[in-house]
C-alpha cells in the first residue's frame, strides 16, 4: 500500500484500503476507502486506489494539498 500518513484523528496508524460501494443519491457506486482501524474515521470514496490515499494524506495535512 501507498504511504499513508497517520491518521488526522487518532494518529494511529492501522489502516485498512476496501473497494466497495457507497450509496449516493440512491444509485451504488463502487469505490475505493481508506479506513482508520484504531477510531474508524475513513475517506468518503474515491475512484482509484491512488485519489484515496491522496484524500487521505489531504485530510491528514487538514486538506492541504502535500507538496511532497
Known sequence: MD????????????FTMTYGTNDTDGILHWQWFVRCEDCGFHTDGDETKEEAVEAWNRMADDGHKNED
Open 3 to 14: 504511504k499513508l500518513k497517520p491518521c488526522k484523528r487518532c494518529h494511529g496508524k492501522n
